[in-house]
Each structure stands twice: as C-alpha cells, then as structure tokens.
C-alpha cells in the first residue's frame, strides 16, 4: 500500500512539477499543461464555447476554428462540434473561470471523480485515490480526463450503481447527467428495467426532460442546430473513427450483428441469474461499443465493468484491456481498433461462469 501511494505521487510529481513531456507524447503533455494551468488547444473548450450560447445567446454551433480565436487558441478546425447542447449544461460551472483556469479545475476534478466513481464500485478509499492519480499513465484517461468527458461519465454511471437500491430517484437522475456528455450511456437505463426498478427509471426521465427544456428556454436554437449540423455525418465517415459498431458496418451490413451477439451473450447470462453487477457492466459495455463516435478516450467508461470483473478474479482480461492502450498508439491506423478490441475482450470476461 505505501509503495502504490508514492508511486501514485511520484505521478503528480512528473506530470505537475517535472513536465518532462514534448509533443511526440501529446496525451501526457496535454495532461500536464491542464494540471498545470498552461494553455493548448484543449477540446474541452467547444464545451465552453457552447455553454457561452446557452447563457448569452448566439449560435451554439460556430465553425470551432473561428469560435476558438476568441479564446487565444489558433485550431484550424473546418467544422463545428459533434457534442449535443446537453453537454454544454454540464460545463456551465466553467463559466466562472476564464478558460485556461477552468480546465486546470476541470482536470483536477477529473482526478477526484475517478476516485469516487472508484470509491461507489466498492473500491477502498485507500486504495482508489492513488489509482485515480496512476491512471494518469493510461492514454484514454490521459486524454478524457483533461478535455473531455468521459470520466464524468464513468463516475456519474457508478455513482447511479451505488444508489440504485437506497436512492432510485437519485440514481436515476445520476445516470441521466451521465447520457449528457454522450447519449449512448442511455442505454445502460436499461438495467433498471431488468431489476424493475421503476423508480429510478422515473428518476431518468424527468432529468432528461428537465435537461431538455431548460435548454429549450436558455438557447432553443441549440437543439434545432444540433440537428442541423453537418459535422456529425463528416465525423461518422472519417477513417479514423474508431466506433465498434461503425468498424464493422464497413466490413459488412450484417457484421454489426456479431457485435450484438457478443454483447447479448452475457447480457442474458446476467439477466437468467439476476446478477444485476454484470446486468450493468455489459450495458456500459454496450455504451461504448453501440457509439456513432469514438476515439481513444472514448472507452474510459470500460472503467466500470474493469472493476466488477477484478473483483471477480478476472484480472486477466483487466489488464488485457489496460494494456491496449500501451500496444497501439492514442492516434493512427491502429488506434482505430482499440474500442472494439477492448469491448471484445471485457465480453468475453463475462461470459465465463462466474458467481456474483
């Protein structure tokens, strides 16, 4: 135990202080400037730049690259975000800041969600702030924790997990502020549908019509022109989108059902035993695997069913999943495949026979 906490401030250390890192690890050094309170083309921003909208008016949705002059960031992007506007209600709170010091907020909370996203999956408080601070080293982390946010989404799903029984309501609304990000976590509603927990499917509905009308009457244009925009098709037909489920259309119309299968597989598994932890993990799986868009962060929401399976004693496909990351670059021809190798290999983790 001591060992992993100096080992987890030996990390602060590099990535605050030392800052060893040059553009050639651009996920570190990326990490280290927002921890650090510098300045770079952070992506975070066109979350700031759509709140700004939904408070002061204007378009939701400019062409990133002219948007991103008003913030000192020279980004020649040709197309405007592919975020829904309920993403840019979550990044409200970064209102107060000017920009550069909310991402520095932003990546310390990130930090702090991971360990009590760890912390509600029954991981020790001893043993989860040093992970959290560890999987700096992690390119997905490295990447979503400082200028996205997926790990807000990975902690909002784990926080719906632990509430799901004493507070359905509160779960429910949990698990609706983590399909504002990405819709896709959505699905994992889902679960409350196999354990009847009407309640909290309650709960998750009225957030997310609660999130939508107040869009509605902060900037009713955001939802018209999220509709409207073109760069989510563009981004969908890029080559290096990483989506499963968009990988293996490519191959065939049909392939997309393997996907599916493997999925369903232990879905059902989990649904005949009324083993509501693996009920969850799978439809976070499934989060990931069914998005339109993916990159390499896109996958910190695996998070979730890393944890269950660890506890189950299946820390061969943990690290497996970790380890992938490590093996093909964050960006490139290769990259491509990591979310739907790493949702293949945590299926399979879940189809073997375990007992809860």
């Known amino acids: 135990m001591r060992r992993l906490w100096m080992t987890a401030l030996l990390t602060l250390f590099v990535f605050v202080i030392v800052r060893p890192f040059d553009n050639s690890l651009i996920g570190y050094n990326n990490a280290s400037k927002a921890l650090s309170g510098e300045p770079f083309n952070n992506e975070l921003v066109q979350d700031i730049i759509g709140a700004n909208a939904l408070l002061n008016g204007g378009p939701a949705y400019p062409v990133l690259g002219e948007a991103f002059l008003d913030y000192g960031i020279k980004w020649d992007v040709k197309h405007a975000t592919t975020h829904a506007p309920t993403a840019f209600l979550l990044a409200l709170p970064l209102m107060l800041f000017e920009w550069v010091r909310g991402v520095q907020l932003w990546a310390w909370f990130g930090l702090i969600l991971l360990a009590l996203g760890l912390m509600a999956l029954g991981v020790p408080l001893s043993i989860a702030i040093p992970c959290a601070v560890l ?4 390119q997905p982390v490295t990447f979503g924790a400082v200028q996205q946010m997926t790990v807000v989404i990975f902690a909002l799903t784990a926080f719906a997990y632990r509430l799901r029984s004493s507070h359905p309501y509160v779960s ?21 549908t196999v354990g009847k927990n009407y309640r909290a499917l309650m709960g998750f509905m009225v957030t997310v019509l609660l999130g ?21 098709a563009y981004t969908i037909a890029r080559t290096d989108n990483a989506s499963p489920i968009v990988i293996l259309s490519r191959l065939s119309i049909f392939a997309p059902l393997v996907l599916i299968a493997l999925l369903g597989t232990p879905l059902k598994r989990g649904m005949s035993k009324k083993d509501d932890a693996q009920v969850w993990a799978v439809m976070s799986v499934a989060s990931v695997a069914l998005l339109p868009i993916a990159w390499v962060y896109s996958i910190v929401p695996l998070l979730f069913p890393m944890v269950i399976l660890w506890q189950r004693g299946q820390i061969a496909y943990v690290i ?20 739907l190798i790493a949702c293949t290999i945590l299926c399979v983790g879940f189809m073997r026979p375990i007992d809860s």
């Open 135 to 138: 999987l700096l080293w992690w």
């Open 172 to 192: 429910g609304a949990f698990l609706a502020l983590a399909s504002f990000p990405k819709m896709f976590p959505a699905v994992i509603a889902f679960a409350f």
């Open 320 to 339: 497996a999943t970790l380890s992938l990351s490590f093996i093909f670059p964050p960006f490139g021809a290769l990259s491509i495949y990591t979310p």
């Open 212 to 232: 939508v009308l107040l869009i509605a009457i902060m900037n009713t244009s955001a939802i018209v022109d999220y509709f409207n925009i073109e760069s989510s």
